[in-house]
Structures are given as structure tokens and as C-alpha cells.
């Protein structure tokens, strides 16, 4: 084997791990689903692309799925997934399985049933969200920890590519 042609193979793959570490640390990631909190959207051991730039760009909405770092009133140490519920100045409410944004109701077609408890209404501060699993009776999520801050938050879900028979590209 030539010097030549071993400094080209090791160029290649010192530029390759660079490559892919800065998609990885700032453009996207691939996460796996570790718990039924996002039934029947997301199921045990779904596989998912995660924006971590783009959203910064466009904003989040109502319907988002995200990953983020619990924040400390949470009191967990694990990355979490939940959907987007209630955005920045909102009014939210729960009362009788029904969630209310703004006093009006939100249609939901993703949830696996309707919340069993109410839940008081608040107003979203600014630069926060209110994110909620779509199994919401089995479900830790802003309901018992409180608001999540926006940079709390490491990404937006893209596409589920695992398992290949349920390929689906999240709304944009």
C-alpha cells in the first residue's frame, strides 16, 4: 500500500466523521420511540428523524411532534417526545376530556382516548409550550411539570423511516 493512497483513505474518513458529527450535533439525528407516551402515533420502538435546524427557521406549531431535555421540574434525566399542544400567549384548558385553546376546542384526531382529569386553565408564557404524549392517560407531560422553554427543545420530527412498512413524513 502507497503513502499516497493512505493519506487519501484517511482524508476520507477523518472528513467523513467531521461531516457527520456536525449533521448530527446541528442539523439532524436520528431518535427512537422508548415508551408508549405517543400511541397511536408513534409506537415502541419506531425509529425517527429529528430536525434540529429548519424548525429554528420556520417556527413551531400546533401538532408538532418534538424531542427535548425534560426541564428540571420534570425530574427526569432522559430525553422526552411529546406534540406540540399549546403555543407562546395561549389560554389552555382540559375539562371533560376536551382539550380548550383560547376557550376554543381542539380538534384532535391522534389521541388514543380522551384524558380522564381536567386541567386548570393557564396562559403559555412567552418562549414556552405546552406539550402533551398522545396517549394522554399514560402520559408525563406539561399537564405535571409545567410549561416547556423553548430551548429546552433538541428537535422537530421529520419522518418515522423504522419500521420500513410504516415510513411516514411528519406535516411541515
Known amino acids: 500500500m502507497s503513502k499516497k ?6 482524508a476520507t474518513v477523518v472528513i467523513a466523521l467531521v461531516l457527520s458529527l456536525v ?11 422508548p415508551s408508549e407516551s405517543m400511541l397511536p402515533t ?3 420502538g419506531d425509529h425517527l428523524l429529528i430536525d434540529k435546524a429548519y424548525y429554528k427557521l420556520r417556527g413551531l406549531e400546533r401538532g408538532d411532534i418534538v424531542v427535548f431535555q425534560a426541564p428540571p421540574t420534570a425530574q427526569e434525566d432522559k430525553d ?8 407562546p400567549g395561549e389560554k389552555i384548558a382540559i375539562k371533560d376530556g376536551i382539550v380548550y385553546i383560547n376557550d376554543q376546542p381542539l ?9 380522564h382529569s381536567d386541567f386548570n386553565a393557564i396562559i403559555i408564557p412567552e418562549d414556552k409550550v405546552f406539550v402533551m404524549g398522545d396517549n394522554r392517560n399514560n402520559s408525563y407531560d406539561s399537564r405535571y411539570w409545567g ?3 423553548m430551548e429546552n427543545i433538541i428537535g422537530k420530527a421529520i419522518l418515522l423511516y423504522y419500521p420500513f412498512e410504516h415510513i411516514e413524513v411528519f406535516h411541515d
Open 147 to 149: 410549561t416547556l422553554p
Open 5 to 10: 493512497f493512505l493519506r487519501e483513505w484517511v
Open 107 to 115: 380538534d384532535e384526531s391522534y389521541i388514543f382516548e380522551k384524558p
Open 42 to 44: 408513534l409506537k415502541v
Open 80 to 87: 422526552l417526545i411529546k406534540r406540540v399542544i399549546g403555543l
Open 23 to 33: 449533521v448530527r450535533t446541528y442539523i439532524a439525528e436520528a431518535r427512537w420511540i
